[in-house]
């Protein structure tokens, strides 16, 4: 009989935990570490906090771990730990098997984000500055600003309170999308500061078009007239960069949840597996009708809960890339001859390309997944066309099917980990095949529309660059 130790593996989740976890008593004494304080600050169980983590001689004044047991609530802070790292802390009361009273702290590496947020900061104050000084020279005269304004590399506007715009720059007009004559001498409420000084908001431009921005208004002196001067900078890439950042970071705990996960489940499934080939070899013939089909219940469970964690796995990508020159087009085909396209028709245009130097098994993987999600969407039947091209040194491979199509709401969420809009399914078959093609230095992207199918395009290049060396491996 197969025994699950519970909590044995729940302790090992917890000490192989990504963040930092520890247990300090009311003395400051350690109690219990994971892994990754000890491998940044050593072995402390039965040390002081204070000395381990932050290099001091005392407690500190205001000491989270304290405050938490007194007032008996959980409390946050940011602290720089003896490695010179930035972490936040957050300290909850927890009480032992004895009722004394400890502190569970759970510490969190903030410190590439406090690095992207100094950036974010000086890119801030250095626009400040810039647009203090121009303020000032503004103030001086009327004569400067005209050159002020129009060498200005950001959007600069000199606007009245109602919205009448009296100059912009070549900047203004770029960012916009209005020629020089439709903004000059014209009432856009679009555009009327919000605030005095810095802020960040959204902007209406020419076709309804919406841009997130960061504004500096100020007030000055135009004609001798009150007006403002209106200096606007496009967030849009800092945002996109933000996404990012948060993205790749949420990828990075799915994905070492995915390795835990689905090591701890694999042996379990080779296990039922193995016991079931074993009954059903042994009861050879005896077995009835009813009894045969319980154990195809089971084999086809066990398999589908096999893909699962072979999912898991493939998003994890917790092995190192094979790259081997391959013939793209052949791992198309073996990806095609599979018993789930018996009710699909089939339409191959293979172009004559390069082979390319990819993994074979992770690409014929994308290749499986993105077919299975055609195949699903199209539960009655239908076509899937296959096209593969050879384009500016990379290899194009397109899936078209005549399924249901995506929404517009649900497109931008399609290849996001655990997404999906089926009964029977865990959102991980395009997230898989988006991250191995990543890893590659490919693309994947979607053309799709409800009720008109979907079209999934994969461009791999056919001699990767700059690929990170951990996931390289010779072929």
Not at 369 to 393: C, F, W
Not at 448 to 471: H, Q
């Amino acid at each position: 009989m197969l025994e699950l130790d519970f909590e044995q593996k729940f302790g090992d989740i917890v000490y192989n935990f990504p963040d930092g976890l520890d247990i300090v008593d009311r003395d400051y004494r350690i109690r219990f570490q994971n892994r990754l304080l000890e491998d940044r600050f050593g072995d402390s169980k039965g040390k002081l906090c204070y000395e381990v983590y932050l290099n001091r001689d005392a407690p500190c004044p205001d000491c989270p771990m304290r405050k938490a047991i007194k007032n008996n609530r959980t409390e946050r802070s940011e602290i720089v730990g003896a490695d010179g790292r930035h972490y936040e802390l957050t300290s909850t009361p927890i009480r032992n098997p004895d009722r004394t009273v400890s502190a569970l702290e759970v510490v969190r590496d903030v410190t590439e984000y406090k690095k992207m947020e100094d950036a974010l900061r000086d890119c801030s104050e250095q626009l400040e500055a810039k647009i203090a000084e121009r303020a000032r020279e503004l103030r001086e005269g009327d004569a400067p600003y005209a050159t002020l304004v129009e060498n200005a590399q950001d959007c600069a506007l000199v606007v009245r309170r109602a919205g009448f715009i009296l100059a912009a720059n070549d900047a203004a007009v770029a960012l916009l999308g209005y020629s020089r004559d439709e903004l000059v001498g014209h009432i856009n409420k679009n555009l009327v500061p919000q605030m005095l000084g810095n802020y960040e908001c959204k902007i209406k431009i020419k076709h309804g078009k919406t841009l997130p921005v960061e504004s500096n208004a100020v007030p000055i002196k135009y004609a001798g007239k009150p007006a403002f001067l209106i200096i606007t900078r496009d967030l849009t890439e800092r945002k996109q960069l933000e996404a990012r950042l948060l993205e790749a970071k949420r990828l990075k705990y799915i994905s070492k949840l995915a390795t835990m996960v689905g090591h701890d489940l694999r042996n379990p499934l080779t296990a039922i597996n193995l016991a079931g080939y074993n009954i059903r070899k042994s009861l050879g013939k005896v077995i009835g009708g009813n009894v045969k089909e319980m154990f195809d219940i089971i084999e086809r469970n066990v398999s589908y809960a096999d893909k699962i964690v072979r999912d898991l796995s493939d998003l994890a990508a917790d092995r190192p890339l094979k790259l081997q020159e391959v013939d793209v087009n052949s791992l198309v085909e073996e990806a095609l001859s599979t018993p789930m396209l018996k009710n699909v028709e089939t339409v191959t245009k293979l172009a004559a390309i390069l082979p390319a130097l990819v993994d074979r098994e992770y690409v014929k993987r994308a290749f499986s997944n993105i077919i299975l999600n055609a195949v699903q969407s199209m539960p009655d039947g239908g076509t899937l066309t296959v096209t593969t091209k050879e384009r500016e040194g990379f290899v194009d491979v397109s899936f078209k099917d005549t399924g249901v199509g995506i929404s517009k709401g649900n497109i931008q969420k399609i290849f996001d980990p655990l997404f999906t809009t089926k009964a029977k399914g865990q959102g991980l078959g395009l997230s898989t095949a988006k991250r191995i093609v990543e890893i590659q230095g490919g693309t994947i992207t979607v053309e799709s529309g409800k009720g008109r199918g979907s079209t999934f395009t994969v461009r791999l290049p056919i001699n990767p660059t700059n690929l990170e060396l951990d996931w390289v491996s010779e072929a």
